[in-house]
């Protein structure tokens, strides 16, 4: 069986990892951490975790997922997850993309199969690089920037600490997530999370 290609957008580095743009980086964190898994430097230029998603009745190991966070900056992040698609074989329908989104409330998850980028740039390499639109993504929402300020700099900013206990939860959401994506499907994905 195919395995699964799940993706967490963010910045490297030390300097970006509490910003609001590196949410689905945090939310691959913690699917690693809860399956016991370390990230390992892949030649596909992204750290890799390969892990068994929860369990198949009877107690089965879940489905192979393959946890990725590109090593590159966001907005090139294309290349990489085009050659981990590439390397283990992965069809681009198992692909799953976890992501800010300003368009949405913050602490709300949302999921889709394709459509626009709503202007992600970490989106739009990715729908560049692997040549459709056409893969699940996880939008993971932090809200819009307050007053006048600049959406790229908001999202280039820290979670403030008055957030932590919602932002911990939005990571369990994202964590949830991707669960019912690759053991129910989209659908009934979409039925737990959005009518909240």
């Known amino acids: 069986?195919?395995?699964?290609?799940?993706?967490?957008l963010g910045n490297p580095g030390p300097r970006y990892a509490g910003n609001r743009h590196n949410i689905g980086a945090m939310v691959i964190a913690e699917l690693a951490e809860q399956a016991g898994a370390s990230a390992r430097e892949h030649k596909a230029r992204a750290w890799l975790s390969e892990i068994r998603?929860?369990?198949l009745p009877g107690g089965a190991p879940g489905p192979r997922v393959l946890l990725a966070q590109p090593m590159?900056?966001?907005?090139?992040?294309?290349?990489?997850?085009k050659n981990l698609l590439s390397f283990f074989k992965v069809p681009v329908e198992q692909l799953v993309v976890i992501h800010d989104e300003l368009d949405i409330d913050f602490g709300?998850?949302?999921l889709k199969r394709g459509g626009g980028e709503g202007g992600h740039n970490g989106l739009r390499s990715i729908s560049q690089s692997v040549g459709t639109k056409d893969y699940l993504r996880v939008r993971l929402g932090i809200g819009r920037p307050p007053g006048r300020q600049d959406?790229?700099?908001y999202v280039l900013s820290d979670f403030p600490a008055r957030d932590r206990?919602?932002?911990?939860?939005?990571?369990?959401?994202g964590?949830?997530?991707?669960?019912?994506?690759v053991h129910q499907g989209l659908e009934a994905a979409q039925q737990r999370f959005h009518s909240r």
């Open 165 to 173: 206990v919602e932002v911990e939860l939005l990571i369990g959401d």
């Open 72 to 81: 590159t900056y966001m907005n090139v992040s294309g290349g990489p997850v």
């Open 151 to 153: 959406p790229a700099d």
């Open 1 to 8: 069986m195919d395995p699964w290609l799940v993706v967490g």
């Open 53 to 55: 998603l929860g369990t």
């Open 108 to 110: 709300a998850v949302r």
């Open 175 to 181: 964590v949830d997530a991707v669960h019912d994506l």
